[in-house]
């Protein structure tokens, strides 16, 4: 399973300046449980914002960061994904940036966003979504946040 895991504005700004553009730590509480013990795939702007993320398996992809301790080094979604799905079958989360989100969406099976309130500048947007293709899950109302559960409706095939 693919999931994406995001904190969006109303407006989907992700970031700003390479950093989130809000300091919410029950929010970054909430992803931590939910990624601890996981794969998580981000970009190279990502990670280098964030760094290694503990007790998790960190893929990151680029095509010119240098091998470093605590990280695995992809350089197309496809190749970090094929990389982690050899490990039990498990959730895979995609944490960012922007263009893997872009790159993700169509292939993801659920999506964990947390709706943040209030209006924020941004430069990097998550990818516009058909939420007719998505089922809502029963929002989680936080002070500073909505959560959403978003899981993908079953494709014809």
Do not use: C
């Not at 895991?5 to 300091?23: C, E, H, Q, R, T």
């Not at 496809?78 to 039990?88: E, I, V």
Request: aromatic content about 10%.
């Amino acid at each position: 399973m693919i999931s994406l895991v995001a904190a969006v504005s109303k407006d989907l700004v992700i970031g700003k300046d390479g950093k989130l553009p809000w300091n919410i730590p029950e929010e970054t509480e909430l992803f931590k449980k939910l990624t601890l013990g996981h794969t998580i795939i981000m970009g190279k702007k990502t990670f280098l914002d964030t760094g290694v993320l503990k007790n998790r398996r960190n893929i990151v992809i680029s095509r010119s960061l240098k091998k470093r301790p605590g990280i695995e080094i992809y350089k197309s979604l496809d190749m970090a994904l094929k990389a982690a799905r050899k490990t039990n079958g498990e959730e895979i989360f995609i944490i960012g940036g922007g263009e893997i989100f872009a790159q993700a969406i169509g292939i993801a099976d659920k999506m964990y966003l947390s709706y943040v309130k209030g209006s924020y500048k941004g430069d990097t947007l998550f990818p516009s979504f058909n939420k007719k293709e998505w089922y809502a899950g029963k929002p989680e109302i936080h002070e500073k946040f909505t959560r959403i559960i978003y899981t993908r409706k079953r494709r014809d095939k």
